[in-house]
């Protein structure tokens, strides 16, 4: 575990930069791990975060949704959501955006992309002109209310050739019940979090132990 005293989570904004928002709650981390296998080069680039006070589910801003039960689909479009800049080199997005994206298959990911791993999946707008830009690292990928993967990075922004890679979630999910299983003496909520710059406003998470939930925050 990494402990981290400068990380503070805020959840129930959808305005970036609107901290005086009523439905607004921070929370101090009191704990941070990352996989065994996470490096530099964005492999595993995927980590669990414990709370000092879980966060309340009674707000109306804080929702929650499904983890994977199976492997996602390829050939299917699925959801981002986001507060990456608008364009390449342009301005942060005030509100969280979303697009819709194609999960490609391992096989076309592989041709497309130098570096690529099992743990790893990429997709891409149909248009071509959108796609996951510069802060959107972390954000979900969903379907049918369930989190498949998270941005782990994009190549360009709206490349009409070159997907963003995402990590599996599905593909983490022993990990992180393992992680929850050898922290859960002090019956604190454990949260997936992915390491990006912009303000937390969306909370998604599902029960998969016993009397825990599991949060999915993008920051």
């Known amino acids: 575990m990494h402990r981290n005293r400068f990380v503070v989570i805020v959840a129930g904004n959808f305005i970036r930069l609107d901290y005086r928002n009523k439905y607004t709650v921070n929370r101090t981390v009191k704990g941070i791990f990352v996989p065994d296998g996470f490096t530099a080069e964005n492999t595993h680039n995927i980590a669990l975060i414990k709370l000092a006070k879980s966060l309340p589910l009674d707000n109306p801003n804080v929702g929650v949704i499904n983890l994977p039960k199976a492997e996602p689909k390829p050939g299917l479009n699925y959801t981002v959501l986001g507060w990456g800049r608008m364009m390449k080199d342009g301005f942060m ?78 593909m983490h999910l022993k990990w992180i019940e393992d992680v929850m299983k050898k922290n859960s003496a002090n019956h604190l909520k454990p949260l997936i979090m992915f390491p990006i710059i912009t303000p937390i406003v969306l909370l998604i998470g599902n029960k998969i132990l016993k009397g825990f939930r599991l949060y999915l925050i993008t920051i």
């Open 93 to 170: 997005s005030s509100q969280i955006m979303s697009i819709d994206v194609e999960l490609f298959s391992q096989e076309s990911c592989e041709e497309m992309l130098n570096t690529f791993i099992d743990e790893m999946m990429c997709a891409r707008n149909k248009n071509g002109d959108q796609n996951a830009c510069a802060g959107d690292t972390g954000s979900p990928l969903i379907l049918n209310e369930t989190v498949y993967g998270v941005v782990s990075y994009r190549i360009g922004c709206g490349s009409e050739i070159l997907p963003t890679v995402y990590t599996n979630v599905f």
